[in-house]
């Protein structure tokens, strides 16, 4: 712990719609004359953590407060923030203090509803991480206390605020693709995706993902930012899902399946496939968009378009940018070439901006609470053996 810092004790707390042009008032927070916003980070294991790194080298950031129920991750925290914030164990505590303008939620999925809420409640401005909300309830509650709070709430989806991947959409919506046909969506790793964990009693503190009581696993964790893209290409919602699942390699006791595939249909027609693997990392993270006149490939920080039968054809134009050109590549096609920043920087950018000028954010509640919809229908389709429609609650 820095010298400075200290941590305020108290019980340990468990970490534990309107349309989207919804206007969110006139109402910016106590910010300071040089309009720079303090964070308080709510949550500071790895990724938490990973966004304090990233608000130490974003201007106007400054992570005044850290707050985590587990000691040694507090810890971590606070000594990766470089403004000497202070520390808490109780989250609500650290909602108390007046000089937070706004918070970022990032502790396990089940607790985002009710931290979310309270920081509302309490008139903070919220970087919510994905997925939004576990359960359809978690949801429908935070749905309908934002709608009637009047502060910034961005969804930590964080693909949607890359430029590459907004280009990229802007391109399937002028037809690059022609009609499209279908998207096919993987996350594979070869890891059994555990934390070390100092002392058995913290097993499921740190290890959370692999129990259900807390986790929606790979769907939730993984498979619902490509889900959230899906919704956000087609601008609608799946009519049903179907899938499978299993604990079929890692067979340590957990009960999060190891491995996911989903399907999920669209009023259109198109379907989109999700897979998840953690015993064979072939490919890792992609995204392939197939329409009637090409392909796009994505993967987290580039992208290529394969035009259908005109292989080995040099073509203008292909990123949308006039008078682009770009050899053929047999194994990457022609390279769309956006300068875009880490998507993780461009989120908390993103979401400093949409306070300082009352904006609703592009990851927004509503896309979240869509995409969290979709996660849980995929989890009650594999968990339960049958096809679930669209859930209807807001």
Known sequence: MKRRSFIKTSTTATLGVASSA???????????????????????????????????????????????????????????????????????????????????????????????????????????????????????????????????????????????????????????????????CQWNRHGNWRRPVPDPKFEKAINWRMYREFSGGLTAELCSHQIDFVNWVLDENPEQVIGVGGVDYWKDGRETFDNVHLIYSYPKGVKAKFTCLTSNARDGYQIKIIGDKGTIVIDTKNAWYYPEGQKNKIIGDVDGVSGATSSWDAEKGYPIDVKHLDPSKQALIDFKESILNNKSPESNIITGAKAAICVQMGLDAMYNNEIVKWKSIF
Do not use: M, W
Request: aromatic residues 8%; positive net charge; glycine residues 10%.
């Open 22 to 184: 919804y206007l969110y008032g006139n109402v910016i927070s106590n910010l300071n004359s040089n309009n720079s916003i303090n964070i308080g980070v709510i949550g500071t294991g790895q990724r938490g953590g990973g966004l304090i790194s990233i608000i130490n080298s974003i201007k106007d950031l400054n992570t005044l407060a850290v707050c985590d129920n587990l000691p040694f991750r507090l810890n971590s925290g606070l000594s990766k923030a470089n403004s000497n914030p202070i520390g808490f164990s109780n989250y609500r505590n650290l909602l108390d203090n007046k000089d937070i303008d706004a918070v970022i939620i990032s502790t396990p999925f089940n607790t985002h509803s009710q931290i979310a809420i309270d920081a509302l409640d309490a008139g903070k401005h919220v970087y919510c991480e994905k997925t939004l909300a576990k359960g359809y309830n978690g949801i429908s509650e935070l749905v309908n206390k934002v709608n009637q709070s009047k502060n910034i709430f961005q969804t930590g989806h964080q693909y949607h605020s890359s430029r590459l991947y907004t280009h990229v959409v802007e391109l399937i919506k002028q037809g690059k693709v022609g009609k499209i046909l279908a998207f096919e």
